[in-house]
């Protein structure tokens, strides 16, 4: 694994230390079990979030297996430790930050179940991060992906109705494919949608995206659908609902052919529903509940791309703009 490469010189300079803090294998897999079991349950965190937060929890006990430290005997200087081997092995400034996040929630479930006494993650301190605007399509992009879609396909128009009801929506890609029609009510343009930990939001659809759902339909009803999944609503030529990786294909495919050379996911579609929205005018909280969000901060975040957009708009237009000027002014005499 690459911790043990990056961490072997840390174990050779203590392979002559006898007196080691070992780990009691079965006490801790039945910790890093409860834990698991406590975010999924407790926390009601998304099996998504949970594979990621127990990834990062990996990266962890990987380096405590080789420095031989029981995970209960855990010091300050021990994280620091860690986290500057997670710097010189290239980890970004984000992704430490994210570890951290995580490593921080372990440590409190240690705390909240009496594992501990004091938490040794409490002193630290992620790294500093700038702001990443997330990239976003304009509305003729939007277009040009929806117009590049061959409806001469069998799966054409299931297509055309998932990415009308992705951008229309402003949903996360789990929530698209999870999407049942139990969950719609088209007579009303409203959507239930099951968030992250299965938080449920009601969300205005288009009217346009309840045009393709409707035509999509006539072809679902007409193809094949497995047993346990009559309910949901986009689904694969084999008759189970389509998958992540399928959306994402799909995405990078329509992009390719529209030829857009923007970077784009699923998300991307997300982040244009809130961008455009607010150029509109709607008000952020409107929008935070829209996407879900518990917090407005992490709304916020359209703000700023708002903003640049807005700044970008001035520098490509305004008069005064020196980008635009056709004669250059010489200010010498």
Partial sequence: MLYIT???????????????KTANKEELYTIVKKYNQFLRIEKSLSANTVDAYMRDLDKLLTFLLIEQINILQVTLEDLESFIAGLHDI????????RII???????NFLIITDKIEADPSELIEGPKIGLKLPEVLALNEVDDII??????????????????TLYSCGLRVSELINLKLSDLYLDEEFIKV?????????VPISARAIHEIKLYMMDRNMGR?????????????WGKNISRIQVF????????????????????????FATHLL??????????????????????????IDKTMLRSEIIEHHPRSIKNRKVKINFTT
Avoid: W
């Fill in 90 to 97: 290239g980890i970004s400034a984000r992704s430490q930050a």
């Fill in 6 to 20: 990056a961490f072997c010189a840390a174990k050779v300079r203590k392979e002559m230390n006898i007196e080691k």
């Fill in 194 to 202: 099951t968030g992250k930990g299965d938080k449920q939001r009601l």
């Fill in 279 to 304: 150029e509109g005018g709607a008000n952020l909280r409107v929008i935070q509940c829209m996407l879900g969000h518990e917090s407005i901060v992490t709304t916020e975040i359209y703000t700023h």
């Fill in 225 to 237: 659908i497995k047993e346990g999944y009559e309910d949901f609503l986009f689904l694969a030529r």
């Fill in 147 to 164: 117009s590049a879609i061959d409806l001469s396909k069998n799966e054409g128009q299931r297509n055309r109705a998932m990415i009308e």
């Fill in 249 to 272: 294909q799909l995405i990078k495919e329509l992009a390719q052919r529209a030829g857009i050379t923007k970077n784009i996911s699923p998300h991307t579609f997300r982040h244009s």
């Fill in 101 to 107: 996040s995580g490593i921080k929630s372990f440590f």
